[in-house]
């Protein structure tokens, strides 16, 4: 069975009978097989869970017609490893977690079994969702599917990278700086993050919890819109959850965009962009045009302060977060001669470096005598950075930027430079900071080596219905997302 293909058109291919869902999975399973030793893109597959769940996907379809109704029906999944799935490995991808296993299932797991999903396994990442090149990960780094020593992107590389490699039909990832777009534009995929308190965050592993949102990596902008309807809505479980009514985020993709009014951010296109990613960003703002879009220049004044915020900002939330991993309730445990001892015999083996850098830092700028200067500033200068986009979206309905300011970037390139690595996130952590909804999506390729460009679009927050009409309208019209590693 073709692997290469898109979730809608499989599930049209099911539902007509042509081919099973055993049939569909165990493709799959033979590609993870082959494949998964050379890109660790997955960190657990169950086989035999995954073939139970399909045979029961086959005999609804035979039994009951309602299930017809169920979007992902038979359709295999991964999920990233910071994502309570029950019974299943919960690692984080950190040695602190290990033996864990999920104990139950987050919300947007519960979604995916209601709307018939076949869960398959687990994708990598960078240790507790911190990095952007998913080479912090306890489990191992993660290949870039077009060029093996290159990096997937972070922290959801696994995730982009079985989605590119057709390790599995879709994949849930989580964004808290870049953390899905950045990765789909390196590895040449979708990838969507919601607005802020669009899905629930139960059952995600908090690495920030006021900047962390989980959402789809896919083959295409259908396919993104699909798996985005089935993960939404409110949620009880979750204080930031919003209530907003359910949508069909599939119901305007097809439709023109002749006159919707696209802002490109001049603080976006600066001097450090790379030739390429300026170049397939340019023809793409061109093919935007062409399809009677109206482009004007929008100013994001803050921005240069962006990076400093963000960083404050969610190394303070990560150390506050990862107190709970103290050797005593759960994971990882290094006795000491006293409780304090233990403390830092646990965490000592039990993070990896970035994790312990970033939870070092944010104990700082919380810490007394430099909160005010650093924290509360931080919280300050995000209310006018939010500002900016309130202003340019009164001017705007979307804004075109590149998802990154280069291509992916050699294994271990960056690993010895945390400010170099951080950068490499610089045009998508504002999405996050202000909580608005951004997709990436495939623009181009470099010449040498070969490796995708991604063009990042952001809309006001709960605007994905015009987001993904607008991705769709330029997928379309494009032929990037056709385009495969070999």
């Given at each position: 069975?073709?692997?290469?293909?898109?979730?809608?058109?499989?599930?049209?291919?099911?539902?007509?009978?042509?081919?099973?869902?055993?049939?569909?999975?165990?493709?799959?399973?033979?590609?993870?097989?082959?494949?998964?030793?050379?890109?660790?893109?997955?960190?657990?597959?169950?086989?035999?869970?995954?073939?139970?769940?399909?045979?029961?996907?086959?005999?609804?379809?035979?039994?009951?017609?309602?299930?017809?109704?169920?979007?992902?029906?038979?359709?295999?999944?991964?999920?990233?490893?910071?994502?309570?799935?029950?019974?299943?490995?919960?690692?984080?991808?950190?040695?602190?977690l290990s033996q864990f296993?999920?104990?139950?299932?987050?919300?947007?797991?519960?979604?995916?079994?209601?709307?018939?999903?076949?869960?398959?396994?687990?994708?990598?990442?960078?240790?507790?969702?911190m990095g952007s090149s998913?080479?912090?990960?306890?489990?191992?780094?993660?290949?870039?599917?077009?060029?093996?020593?290159?990096?997937?992107?972070?922290?959801?590389?696994?995730?982009?990278?079985?989605?590119?490699?057709?390790?599995?039909?879709?994949?849930?990832?989580?964004?808290?700086?870049?953390?899905?777009?950045?990765?789909?534009?390196?590895?040449?995929?979708?990838?969507?993050?919601?607005?802020?308190?669009?899905?629930?965050?139960?059952?995600?592993?908090?690495?920030?919890?006021?900047?962390?949102?989980?959402?789809?990596?896919?083959?295409?902008?259908?396919?993104?819109?699909?798996?985005?309807?089935?993960?939404?809505?409110?949620?009880?479980?979750?204080?930031?959850?919003?209530?907003?009514?359910?949508?069909?985020?599939?119901?305007?993709?097809?439709?023109?965009?002749?006159?919707?009014?696209?802002?490109?951010?001049?603080?976006?296109?600066?001097?450090?962009?790379?030739?390429?990613?300026?170049?397939?960003?340019?023809?793409?703002?061109?093919?935007?045009?062409?399809?009677?879009?109206?482009?004007?220049?929008?100013?994001?004044?803050?921005?240069?302060?962006?990076?400093?915020?963000?960083?404050?900002?969610?190394?303070?939330?990560?150390?506050?977060?990862?107190?709970?991993?103290?050797?005593?309730?759960?994971?990882?445990?290094?006795?000491?001669?006293?409780?304090?001892?233990?403390?830092?015999?646990?965490?000592?083996?039990?993070?990896?470096?970035?994790?312990?850098?970033?939870?070092?830092?944010?104990?700082?700028?919380?810490?007394?005598?430099?909160?005010?200067?650093?924290?509360?500033?931080?919280?300050?200068?995000?209310?006018?950075?939010?500002?900016?986009?309130?202003?340019?979206?009164?001017?705007?309905?979307?804004?075109?930027?590149?998802?990154?300011?280069?291509?992916?970037?050699?294994?271990?390139?960056?690993?010895?430079?945390?400010?170099?690595?951080?950068?490499?996130?610089?045009?998508?952590?504002?999405?996050?900071?202000?909580?608005?909804?951004?997709?990436?999506?495939?623009?181009?390729?470099?010449?040498?080596?070969?490796?995708?460009i991604g063009l990042q679009?952001?809309?006001?927050?709960?605007?994905?219905?015009?987001?993904?009409?607008?991705?769709?309208?330029?997928?379309?019209?494009?032929?990037?997302?056709?385009?495969?590693?070999?």
């Amino acid at each position: 069975m073709e692997t290469h293909t898109t979730l809608n058109t499989l599930r049209q291919r099911f539902m007509a009978g042509e081919i099973s869902s055993k049939d569909i999975v165990v493709s799959y399973l033979d590609r993870i097989e082959r494949l998964n030793p050379r890109l660790n893109a997955l960190t657990h597959v169950d086989a035999e869970e995954a073939l139970r769940q399909a045979d029961l996907a086959d005999d609804a379809l035979v039994s009951d017609p309602e299930s017809k109704g169920k979007p992902l029906l038979g359709m295999p999944i991964v999920v990233k490893d910071n994502i309570a799935q029950l019974g299943q490995p919960l690692t984080c991808a950190s040695k602190m977690l290990s033996q864990f296993v999920a104990p139950y299932d987050a919300t947007v797991i519960e979604k995916c079994r209601q709307a018939g999903a076949v869960l398959m396994g687990r994708a990598n990442l960078d240790e507790f969702a911190m990095g952007s090149s998913t080479e912090h990960s306890s489990c191992g780094a993660t290949c870039n599917p077009w060029e093996e020593q290159y990096i997937p992107g972070g922290s959801s590389g696994g995730s982009a990278a079985a989605v590119t490699a057709d390790l599995c039909a879709a994949a849930l990832g989580s964004d808290t700086g870049g953390s899905i777009r950045q990765p789909a534009s390196f590895c040449g995929c979708v990838g969507l993050k919601p607005s802020y308190g669009r899905v629930s965050r139960y059952g995600l592993t908090a690495f920030a919890s006021s900047l962390d949102q989980i959402g789809p990596l896919s083959r295409d902008v259908r396919d993104a819109a699909t798996m985005l309807g089935v993960i939404a809505g409110h949620d009880g479980l979750d204080s930031t959850s919003v209530r907003k009514d359910t949508e069909d985020f599939t119901s305007e993709l097809g439709r023109e965009i002749k006159g919707l009014k696209v802002g490109l951010p001049r603080e976006y296109f600066v001097d450090g962009l790379s030739p390429e990613v300026k170049s397939a960003v340019t023809e793409a703002v061109a093919q935007f045009e062409s399809l009677g879009a109206e482009i004007s220049e929008v100013s994001l004044p803050h921005t240069e302060y962006a990076i400093a915020t963000y960083y404050i900002i969610c190394t303070a939330e990560a150390s506050a977060n990862l107190a709970r991993f103290d050797g005593i309730r759960y994971g990882l445990r290094v006795d000491g001669n006293d409780p304090l001892q233990m403390y830092s015999k646990t965490r000592g083996a039990g993070f990896g470096s970035e994790v312990k850098r970033r939870v070092i830092l944010g104990t700082y700028v919380l810490s007394s005598g430099y909160y005010d200067a650093y924290y509360l500033r931080a919280q300050k200068v995000r209310t006018l950075i939010r500002k900016d986009f309130q202003d340019a979206f009164q001017k705007v309905d979307l804004l075109l930027t590149p998802t990154v300011a280069a291509p992916a970037f050699r294994m271990g390139e960056k690993s010895k430079d945390p400010l170099q690595m951080y950068l490499t996130d610089i045009f998508t952590i504002a999405s996050n900071l202000v909580g608005n909804c951004g997709i990436s999506l495939p623009c181009g390729f470099s010449k040498e080596p070969r490796l995708p460009i991604g063009l990042q679009l952001m809309g006001r927050p709960f605007e994905e219905t015009t987001l993904l009409r607008a991705a769709h309208a330029f997928e379309q019209a494009t032929e990037w997302h056709r385009m495969r590693p070999d």
